[in-house]
């Protein structure tokens, strides 16, 4: 690979270091003669030659860019009015897949505290875990969620130390 003469950052043009023959280069492999060419100035010719195709380049553009018909501001109006709801369609999108992740996580949690409420070894302590960690969150009405009934059962429950009144065992 060549060297570089001149520093790039100062505006110094890229170069080999060391000049080859004709010779020399006639005997470098092809993808090492491109290497070595790459860093050499160009002929007359291959100078002219890129010149008149960068031309011709330009000139195709500014056709393009004067064939191309302007755009009327109903058009325009029209655009942005489609790439608004575009947008709208991608942020609805993006707001129901947040939906959905949400709702299959607490799901998850739901029915991994219930499968931990199952597995208590006694009643008592069941519906100790189940009144602590409740499976479904209720964000509407955080307070209390039994009726009268239940909660004079639930209290009947925890009052008895001896688990006389629901005696569970788990084979």
């Known amino acids: 690979m060549g060297g570089t003469e001149g520093d790039p950052n100062k505006g110094g043009k890229t170069k080999n270091r060391k000049k080859k023959s004709p010779a020399e280069l006639k005997k470098m492999a092809p993808q090492e003669r491109a290497r070595y060419m790459a ?4 002929t007359k010719e291959q100078q002219e030659i890129r010149d008149i195709a960068q031309k011709r380049v330009k000139d195709a553009r500014l056709q393009v860019k004067l064939q191309r ?3 009327s501001s109903e058009e325009e109006l029209e ?3 489609h790439s608004k ?8 999108e993006a707001r129901n897949r947040i939906r959905v992740m949400r709702l299959q996580y607490q799901a998850m949690r739901a029915h991994e505290i219930k499968h931990l409420i199952a597995c208590q070894p006694t009643s008592l302590k069941a519906l100790r875990f189940e009144a602590l960690v409740p499976p479904y969150i209720d964000n509407s009405n955080p307070g209390d969620q039994l009726d009268k009934l239940e ?3 639930v209290e009947l429950i925890l009052e008895d130390e001896m688990g006389i ?3 569970r065992k788990l084979d």
Request: hydrophobic share 30%; no cysteine.
């Open 39 to 42: 860093y050499e100035e160009p």
């Open 69 to 71: 018909p302007h755009r």
């Open 79 to 81: 655009k942005q009015k």
């Open 85 to 92: 709801l575009i947008g709208q369609l991608k942020a609805a």
């Open 151 to 153: 909660r004079a059962r």
């Open 165 to 167: 009144t629901i005696n």
